[in-house]
């Protein structure tokens, strides 16, 4: 005969507190049997189902995907457990990427003394959605470009954010300068040097639409810079790249 649980029995085995077994048989996401006396009865399955909602909200799944989630039949225990191993293990690569990012933040504090939290937000969301930056590069870029371009950056992953931390720090100091006083002039050409680095080739080669022409999503791309900020830099940018083509000419 199989065994039946209560309420209290079955949350008792599971660390699952009565009021939340009660709440998911509500909302039909584990649904229990009643008793003649109409009290909540749970069987041996219903442990491996709780297990996946469990796994799922640790992983950050609402209520409604993880009722899609246990509606998919197709899938037997080994399956699942497979999933939730390959969602662990890319949370973990999540966590890990944070832990480094905060590493980086407080280093930059215990160097400068300072750290701007628009810099900050922004590199730690570049790495948090790679996969979802990934897919819009895709839509304006080749494919092979930007997988070479992830694989570049992968490469040397914590130097690049460790730079593009400081660089954009340090434009933020010198914002609204003069266009040719020796510290803007630097940072641009550090910051060129490292985007020819990551690229691997000439920026001028590459084949991109202009700037202009490409819709950022903010919620996608939080930008470090204020609009007035972001103006400033782009015609510090153009100046420079403009000033180099120019020399290359006389050349």
């Known amino acids: 005969m199989m065994k039946k649980y209560t309420i209290g029995e079955f ?3 599971t ?3 009565a009021r939340t077994l009660q709440y998911y048989d509500e909302i039909g996401l584990l649904k229990a049997e009643r008793t003649a006396a109409g ?11 709780l297990q996946k909602i469990i796994s799922l909200k640790f992983l950050g799944f609402s209520l409604d995907e993880t009722a899609k989630y246990l509606r998919n039949e197709n899938w037997d225990m080994k399956d699942s457990l497979v999933f939730q191993r390959n969602m662990m293990k890319k ?4 966590l890990d990427d944070s832990i480094r990012l905060l590493n980086l933040a407080i280093e930059q504090i215990d ?3 300072k750290l701007d939290p628009q810099v900050f937000t922004s590199i730690i969301n570049s790495v948090q959605m790679e996969e979802e930056h990934k897919e819009w590069m895709k839509s304006y870029w080749p494919e092979e470009f930007v997988e070479q371009l992830y694989d570049r ?8 954010e460790k730079k593009m931390m400081d660089l954009f720090s340090r434009f933020k100091g010198v914002m609204f300068s003069d ?4 510290q803007v002039e630097k940072l641009v050409h550090e910051l060129l040097a490292m985007a020819t680095e990551l690229t691997g080739e000439s920026l001028s080669s590459l084949e991109t639409l202009p700037v202009e022409d490409i819709p950022l999503d903010p919620w996608l791309f939080p930008n470090p810079f204020s609009p007035e900020e972001e103006k400033w ?4 940018m153009t100046y420079y790249m403009e000033k180099e083509t120019e020399n290359h000419a006389e050349e």
């Open 15 to 17: 660390g699952t507190s």
């Open 11 to 13: 949350g008792k085995l």
């Open 233 to 236: 830099l782009e015609q510090v």
């Open 179 to 182: 266009f040719m006083s020796p």
């Open 39 to 49: 009290h909540r009865s749970y069987k041996e399955e219903d442990f491996a189902t």
């Open 111 to 113: 160097h400068n003394h």
């Open 153 to 160: 950056v992968k490469e040397d992953q914590e130097e690049y």
């Open 91 to 94: 949370k973990r690569e999540q």
